[in-house]
């Protein structure tokens, strides 16, 4: 199956259009704290521009499960991504299908990760380092890891091809890899992304 693309940190139209038409399958929001935090009605206004075929999501942190809810649903979003510490309570009660972060740990195994995962049953799960800093984590940890997740964390045009040939993640998620500066994303990287991810 086909590795999906997810382009995160989204504050723009043309970006989200461009990333579209460039083959994206899905767009991502940011409404927690960060240099690429959105409003709800600016998401809603782009997530109304979009192609119907593309998914869309909101990333979130540690933030009321009503306040998570409310915004999803002025936004219009299709999925909700959770990066903090929600209980898997929360988890059910978003209100859409929910993408729960598992940072990787020093230390962790394909073991201990999947544990993590077992105790959020029924959400789509997304792996990274957990820092936010662009950079990537050690990816044999996950090697052997038969749940489908999203990879994340560092990865740009350059190492793309080579995380998807070596864990044939469900799908890649992109943000600051892809970007000219915070929040405005470079259309040759996007391009470039995108095609090294599709080349196998």
């Not at 590795?3 to 990333?19: M, Y």
């Not at 936010?132 to 489908?148: E, M, N, S, T």
Request: some cysteine; overall charge neutral; glycine content about 10%.
């Amino acid at each position: 199956m086909r590795t999906k693309i997810k382009i995160c940190g989204l504050t723009n139209l043309q970006d989200a259009l461009l990333a579209a038409e460039l083959g994206a399958d899905a767009l991502g929001f940011v409404f927690a704290e960060s240099k690429r935090k959105v409003t709800s009605e600016s998401a809603r206004e782009i997530v109304r521009a979009l192609p119907a075929f593309v998914i869309t999501a909101g990333v979130f942190m540690d933030q009321p499960v009503d306040e998570v809810r409310r915004i999803a649903e002025h936004a219009g979003l299709d999925r909700i991504q959770l990066h903090g510490e929600e209980s898997p309570a929360e988890c059910l009660r978003a209100g859409r299908p929910v993408i729960k972060r598992i940072s990787v740990r020093p230390g962790d195994t394909a073991e201990t990760i999947r544990s993590r995962m077992a105790a959020y049953p029924g959400p789509g799960y997304l792996i990274d380092p957990g820092a936010g800093d662009g950079k990537v984590f050690d990816w044999r940890i996950i090697r052997g890891l038969d749940i489908p997740y999203i990879l994340a964390g560092g990865l740009h045009p350059g190492n793309v091809r080579e995380a998807v040939a070596m864990l044939h993640p469900y799908g890649v998620d992109v943000s600051g890899g892809v970007e000219s500066e915070p929040g405005k994303k470079d259309p040759n990287k996007l391009k470039r992304f995108i095609e090294e991810a599709r080349c196998l």
